[in-house]
């Protein structure tokens, strides 16, 4: 009877364990801007455009080049600077206009459409 205790209490350690690792997981979060590459500044920043055009995948008519997701960093006039084009892992990945474009903890991915 006790080695069933015993094994009951490690399977709910084990259970709480997960679930505040999910939460976790869940409550770090990095802001997308949707910016144009074309227009870096020597300083590095970028210029902010609406999100629509990276949900879409919208090229810019002047540059013939795709809008791209700029993950964190700092926001000063309509710019962007000090984050990364690259996809961070395990956060939780939110537009400007609060579309969810990832989901933090264990890999799971979810896209909006808009």
């Not at 960093?73 to 206009?97: A, F």
Request: charged content about 25%; some cysteine.
């Amino acid at each position: 009877m006790s080695s069933k205790k015993v094994q009951l209490g490690l399977v709910a350690a084990l259970s709480a364990a997960v679930l505040g690792y999910c939460t976790v997981q869940e409550r770090r979060e990095v802001t997308a801007y949707c910016v144009d590459p074309q227009s870096r500044q020597p300083d590095g920043s970028y210029l902010i455009v609406d999100e629509e055009h990276c949900h879409r995948g919208h090229s810019s008519s002047r540059t013939k080049v795709g809008f791209v997701w700029y993950y964190g960093g700092d926001v000063r006039n309509g710019r962007v600077s000090h984050g990364s084009t690259v996809r961070p892992r395990d956060v939780r990945i939110v537009s400007q206009k609060g579309h969810v474009i990832q989901r933090g903890g264990f890999g799971f991915r979810s896209r909006s459409g808009g």
